[in-house]
């Protein structure tokens, strides 16, 4: 049995100790491929209209959201060994990765929007169960089906931490999301929108740095006899 040794508090802290202090790397790596889809997406959108507003922000995320986190997870891993490696050989990675990745991408969001239909709980309940799925596939090249199965079970024994430092992160990014959607309304066409969605996006790669921490807690913690 694996000993339960994260701590919510030391895991956010040392989370954004490194974003920070990375911060110009991570802005210089994954924020143009950021920039590209928030400019897609809002073309698309004044192109389909807002009723179909949704389902090309999801085509669009799938596109990207594998090629510049998948990046971001083998920069983070390469930083926790004190290696600098370049941009484009991250990218090059992450591309090569993708199909994978954008597979696990759709069925985690697939799975989390059902939950969440039923009721938020569910949803949220699912969120944590997959919290692992991304980092199995990129760093242990597992197939996205073997990701998902291993990271339900990986999560067993820190459902409620991770779900800590998942509020704690998420809950004020989602108001800052619903904010700025709102805000949008007034500027739908605008390069300002562009811009409110690119930070969004963005500060939403804090999420990922914490529950990087976490994976390599997990990956480092002793086994008790």
């Not at 990271?151 to 998420?170: D, K, P």
């Not at 740095?209 to 807690?217: D, E, N, S």
């Amino acid at each position: 049995m694996i000993k339960t040794t994260m701590n919510i508090t030391a895991i956010l802290r040392d989370s954004w100790f490194f974003f920070s202090n990375n911060l110009l790397s991570i802005a210089k790596l994954c924020l143009p491929l950021i920039l590209v889809e928030s400019l897609l997406h809002q073309w698309v959108s004044s192109i389909a209209g807002p009723e179909n507003e949704m389902i090309y922000g999801i085509m669009l995320g799938l596109v990207f959201y594998p090629l510049y986190t998948g990046a971001l997870i083998l920069f983070l891993d390469a930083r926790s060994r004190n290696e600098s490696p370049q941009i484009r050989n991250l990218l090059a990675t992450s591309l090569s990765m993708w199909p994978a990745f954008a597979l696990l991408t759709a069925i985690s969001t697939l799975v989390i929007a059902l939950g969440a239909s039923l009721f938020i709980i569910p949803g949220l309940w699912f969120m944590i169960k997959l919290a692992f799925a991304e980092y199995l596939l990129v760093l242990r090249g597992l197939s996205p089906i073997k990701a998902l199965h291993e990271s339900f079970e990986l999560t067993r024994n820190y459902f409620w931490q991770i779900a800590g430092c998942v509020l704690i992160v998420m809950v004020p990014l989602w108001l800052l999301s619903g904010w700025l959607q709102t805000t949008q309304g007034a500027d739908a066409d605008g390069l300002f929108a562009i811009l409110l969605n690119s930070t969004d996006n963005f500060l939403q790669l804090f999420a990922s740095v914490v529950l990087f921490r976490m994976f390599m807690l997990h990956e480092q913690a002793p086994i008790e006899n």
